[in-house]
């Protein structure tokens, strides 16, 4: 008698899904899933101009969060990735040529997503 209740009790807590609460699970494997960080086209700019550069972070079709760390010109700046989405505002040196901004994407705390990097470049001509 005592295991059939025992059983009815169970039944009942897996319908009614609480038997979720009692696992304090997060994510299952962290640091598996790949990301493709895009690459955006070459802008080209005046010296001495400020610009903005938008990088998406493309994992399927999830939405993708953390941070963008991006290196410009002997600089380095933080930019929160929101929704897959990272917004760079920097300004051209004014030295002219091809210019290399390179990009390190850390997934949030506790992600299921990897690191990723990638390049983009400005072109500064007058």
Do not use: R, W
């Amino acid at each position: 008698m005592k295991k059939i209740l025992i059983a009815f009790v169970a039944s009942i807590a897996l319908v009614l899904g609480t038997g979720a609460f009692v696992s304090g699970a997060s994510a299952a494997y962290p640091g598996t899933v790949p990301v493709k960080p895009s690459t955006p086209p070459t802008k080209t700019v005046e010296p001495g101009d400020t610009f903005k550069l938008t990088i998406k972070i493309k994992a399927g079709n999830s939405k993708v969060n953390g941070t963008l760390t991006v290196k410009f010109n002997g600089k380095t700046y933080k930019v929160k990735v929101k929704n897959g989405v990272a917004k760079f505002k920097g300004k051209a040196p004014k030295s002219t040529g091809t210019k290399t901004i390179k990009y390190t994407f850390k997934p949030a705390k506790g992600s299921v997503f990897k690191k990723a990097s990638g390049k983009a470049k400005v072109k500064v001509k007058k």
